[in-house]
Nanobody, 115 residues
Framework: QVQLVESGGGLVQPGGSLRLSCVAS????????MGWYRQAPGKQRELVAL???????NWADSVKGRFTISRNNAKNTVYLQMRSLKPEDTAVYYC?????????WGQGTQVTVSS
């Protein structure tokens, strides 16, 4: 079993920044992809960003240029640096990890952008 623990969410004013972290632990087998998804109230879960073990990335158009994804393989950790946050970024953010055996999700962390 693989456990994902997210941290770093919270309330921030428009234009502000937050950094999300996700640590994977447990019976991990060769992580391939690490990423972040989000789900706003009444909407479907959507990809925010992902990064592969060769450092290739994929992004939602709405966050390009504002968010940065990175990973520390030695620590099985993925980060999402979010800048210039907008109210429409408000959502529950979920960590996603894919290894050789399956796909795993974190419990989610709330990000609220509001003045």
């Amino acid at each position: 079993q693989v456990q994902l623990v997210e941290s770093g969410g919270g309330l921030v004013q428009p234009g502000g920044s937050l950094r999300l972290s996700c640590v994977a632990s447990g019976n991990i087998f060769s992580i391939n992809v690490m990423g972040w998804y989000r789900q706003a109230p009444g909407k479907q879960r959507e990809l925010v960003a992902l990064i592969t073990n060769s450092d290739s990335t994929n992004w939602a158009d709405s966050v390009k240029g504002r968010f940065t994804i990175s990973r520390n393989n030695a620590k099985n950790t993925v980060y999402l640096q979010m800048r210039s946050l907008k109210p429409e970024d408000t959502a529950v953010y979920y960590c996603n990890v894919q290894d050789g055996r399956g796909i795993y999700w974190g419990q989610g962390t709330q990000v609220t952008v509001s003045s």
